[in-house]
């Protein structure tokens, strides 16, 4: 049965941040997941954990200036120096919450720019490396132009080329199954294909963004699929509540822990 993990940006927006750890543990979640940890310090995060027992599944390493519209760093080839920090930065919250997956923002560029594709190869295999003696994998994670214009990684087919040709052990794709369907649909043949180099999956249902069953995918099955295909993970639950988090997870009780 799938081990899912609450997104905390998105989920339990109710309460403030760090109490939403208690939020997700009271509704059954074992573990949880968010965008970014930075405005709280490391010790704050690993706390709220350990007090309710929870996992943390992932996170992403700082993304340049998010309010102001970036979304990433990787493909910036005058940006390296800051890439290398926030490898640093994200690997002390790493040390701090447990997390053995990070993710890594390619940033807004020209997917066809050549200056681009060997800035991010550059940072791809630079955090890859650095993460590997601490026992941490690099995700990298495809997401569709709808929701996010212009981000230079927007393919799987892509992902999964620089994966392999990088060829570096803890270098993983992020699987998340909304993107999937919005950029090429045929999902459960997509996993099927690329599960052995999978990390990370997350979910949300197509095309609202909303709880999964709720839209145009059959999320049921999906989640058997994963199952069928030996998928050990957690899948992030990275949607949007079409109102009241708690209100909403009818979809979960097949899967609550207990």
Known sequence: ????????????????????????????????????????????????LRANGLTQALFNMPPGDFAGGERGLAALPDR???????????????????????HLMAGLADPTDSRAKEAYRRAVTYAAEKLAPAGLDLVLEPINGRNMPGYFLNDFGAAAELIRELS?????????????????????????????????VQTASVPDRHEPGTGEMNDAFLFAELDRLGYDGFVGC?????????????????????
């Open 1 to 48: 049965m799938p081990r899912f993990a609450a997104n905390l940006t998105m989920m339990f927006n109710e309460v403030p941040f760090l109490d939403r750890f208690e939020a997700a543990a009271r509704a059954g979640f074992e573990a949880v997941e968010f965008l970014f940890p930075y405005e709280h310090p490391p010790e704050a995060i690993a706390e709220r």
């Open 80 to 102: 390296f120096e800051e890439v290398k920090a926030g490898v640093d930065t994200a690997l002390r919250y790493a040390e701090a919450t447990g997390v053995k997956r990070l």
């Open 168 to 200: 570096l052990p803890n270098l993983k794709l992020q699987f998340d199954l909304y993107h999937c369907q919005i950029m090429h649909g045929d999902v459960a043949m997509r996993l099927r294909a690329l599960m052995p180099m999978v990390g990370h």
């Open 238 to 258: 990275e949607y949007i509540p079409a109102g009241n988090t708690e209100a909403g997870l009818g979809w979960f009780a097949p899967y609550r822990k207990g």
